[in-house]
């Protein structure tokens, strides 16, 4: 009694640790007491040692305790500490015995996503549902299943499901424009996401999916674009006070510190981007601190994290913890590279946590955001005559001759162009299907319709469901291009298998109006030509970008008119586009697309510039 009433106090008191050993003693002299068990394996489990609380909430299960907490908690030590088969093995013996506890379906579905064991989270899910009937979280979560597996049709049937039985779900309408979009079907995606967001707290990841998809239509300007953004950081952003020291040292004379913050620091084309920025900056001139919001970690994560100076991870912290900690860190410039993508930290930005604040790369137009003070792009995407007109809340930084860095970490061999072999042209685009807009299959059909013959090979994991490419060639077809003509591939095993895939091209063709970024680099890295539309919208004029800064201007066309013209002059010269192929790489690779240093050189004096620009400011 005395020991217990010591461990007792001290748990009260919320000193784990130093009940820890009062219990340890109890469960040494009461080795089967199912309560003493519990409460020692709890103790264990807030010191973190979930390897050490399994094994004693396991032992309080075998002794028979009845104790609801006792299951849910030993399926979380199980899965913190790695054990995922208990895990899951806990976690369903815990639903059938408490099947309203909708967090225990929520952590059950978590381990199957993390371990992409989707088929089995399918079946386990569907029968669930047989079991317990069709509440509205198992047929959400089983909807979650089916889209994760690709399973598009099943999954948009379990959506609706939801939104039929209550139209103000506003999650299920937002998986229901997720899968809308991953499929193509992309004005349908921004309708949901426009219902969804009206539901929704301003503070809520489906206001930035909204404005994420609004990039994708060409039925909306780049004013219209701007002013959704800018009325949705009037919203977000509650309060402008700055939340960085004001005793900050303004002292231009040292070294900046320059913070980035990205969920995509791993396998991931904004991981490709950054990190021969990241390798080539001037250590004497500025210190690096990564902080990382990233889920899941890769081997990349790794080498990237290996090239800052200090490294946070900051996944699942509180956005004001983050800030605070940006705070702490004495941050002088800090940059965005994810915008209103997924994982984004303008929570963490809105505070104004350093006394600069920059976006960049992740993203194609500026936030709304008032409290980031510059975008980073270059004359092609931020013409400077827009300047001061458009009402955007962050200005351009602009790194003359284009902003983008590609260095291709795989090996590739650049082949002759197929046609030659084929005796047709191959066009291909590699693009997201949710850039597939009506203005893109019409310009394409057009650009078919100009070489007779011509094919167009399509490749995206989600065109591996005949249900998606059924809708794609309706679509095609309606624009007068027969089937024959449209081939598909999906697999994608590797980088290095998937960059092989342009051994089959000819040339690729842009989509409109979020044009490519990644693969109109990949593309131009193998040889191929791209041929872009440039548009109003910054996302239509990125590719534009690029071929610039290698020096392939003539590419970009300003009317469909000229698109098709493009095409059809590399189409009709294979001598032409032999020459391409064995040329590009090398243009590529002398272009500052490519020197890491050129581009980073830049980036650098804007940002210096700017830092002394504000530190002349500061009445120190």
Not at 474 to 500: C, D, M, P, V
Not at 522 to 541: H, N
Not at 596 to 607: A, F, G, R, S, Y
Request: hydrophobic residues 40%; aromatic residues 10%; glycine residues 6%.
């Amino acid at each position: 009694m005395v020991l217990w009433d010591a461990a007792l106090g001290h748990l009260n008191s919320g000193n784990h640790s130093s009940a820890l050993p009062y219990l340890h003693n109890l469960v040494e002299l009461d080795p089967t007491n199912g309560d003493l068990l519990f409460n020692y394996g709890a103790c264990l489990y807030e010191m973190q040692d979930f390897t050490a609380a399994s094994a004693q909430l396991k032992k309080a299960a075998e002794a028979g305790l009845k104790n609801p907490q006792l299951l849910p908690l030993l399926g979380g030590s199980f899965n913190n500490a790695g054990m995922y088969d208990e895990a899951i093995s806990t976690y369903k013996t815990a639903i059938l015995a408490a099947p309203q506890e909708t967090v225990l379906i929520e952590r059950a579905w978590s381990i199957f996503e993390r371990l992409q064991r989707l088929e089995d989270a399918i079946e386990y899910f569907s029968h669930l549902v047989k079991e317990l009937g069709r509440t509205p979280l198992l047929v959400f979560t089983l909807g979650q299943a089916y889209l994760a597996a690709e399973q598009f049709e099943n999954a948009e049937l379990m959506f609706s499901e939801r939104i039929n039985a209550d139209s103000d779900d506003a999650v299920a309408l937002k998986f229901l424009a997720a899968t809308k979009s991953m499929t193509g079907e992309v004005y349908q995606a921004i309708d949901l996401y426009r219902r969804a967001s009206e539901l929704a707290k301003i503070s809520d990841v489906i206001q930035n999916d909204h404005l994420m998809s609004l990039n994708y239509s060409e039925h909306i300007s780049q004013q219209e674009l701007i002013e959704a953004h800018n009325s949705w950081g009037n919203e977000f952003a509650d309060e402008l006070s700055s939340i960085f020291d004001k005793n900050h040292d303004f002292n231009p004379g040292r070294p900046i510190r320059l913070g980035y913050v990205s969920s995509d620091f791993g396998y991931h084309a904004v991981g490709n981007f950054i990190r021969p920025v990241l390798e080539a900056h001037d250590r004497q001139r500025f210190e690096l601190i990564g902080y990382s919001n990233f889920w899941s970690p890769d081997p990349m994560t790794e080498i990237i994290k290996n090239l800052f100076d200090e490294w946070r991870n900051i996944w699942q912290m509180d956005g004001g913890d983050v800030g605070r900690q940006i705070v702490a860190d004495k941050i002088d410039i800090l940059i965005d590279l994810n915008g209103h993508t997924a994982g984004s930290s303008l929570d963490v930005f809105k505070k104004k946590p350093a006394p600069l604040q920059v976006s960049w790369l992740g993203y194609p137009n500026a936030t709304g955001l008032a409290q980031i003070d510059f975008m980073i792009g270059d004359e092609i995407v931020a013409p400077p005559e827009l300047d001061g007109k458009n009402n955007e809340r962050s200005a351009p930084l602009r790194l003359a001759g284009g902003y983008h860095c590609y260095n291709q970490w795989f090996e590739s061999q650049v082949a002759d162009p197929p046609a030659e072999e084929n005796g047709f042209i191959t066009f291909a685009s590699f693009n997201t299907l949710a850039k597939l807009t009506d203005k893109t299959i019409k310009l394409w059909s057009s650009a078919l319709n100009a070489i007779p013959g011509s094919r167009l090979l399509l490749k995206r994991s989600p065109l591996k469901s005949k249900f998606v490419r059924d809708n794609l060639l309706k679509r095609f077809q309606g624009a007068g291009i027969g089937g024959e003509r449209i081939q598909f591939e999906w697999e994608i095993i590797s980088t290095a298998n998937h960059l092989k895939s342009y051994e089959k091209v000819d040339i690729a063709l842009d989509s409109f109006p979020y044009g490519g970024t990644t693969t109109t680099c990949d593309a131009l890295w193998m040889g191929v030509p791209v041929v872009t539309l440039r548009g109003e919208q910054r996302s239509s004029r990125v590719s534009a970008s690029i071929l610039h800064q290698i020096g392939k201007s003539e590419w970009v066309a300003d009317t469909e008119q000229s698109f098709v013209r493009i095409v059809k002059d590399l189409s009709e010269d294979i001598g032409l586009l032999k020459n391409i192929r064995k040329n590009l790489r090398d243009q590529f690779m002398k272009s500052s697309l490519y020197q890491n240093d050129i581009v980073t050189k830049k980036l650098e004096t804007v940002l210096q510039t700017e830092w002394h620009r504000l530190c002349g400011r500061i009445d120190r």
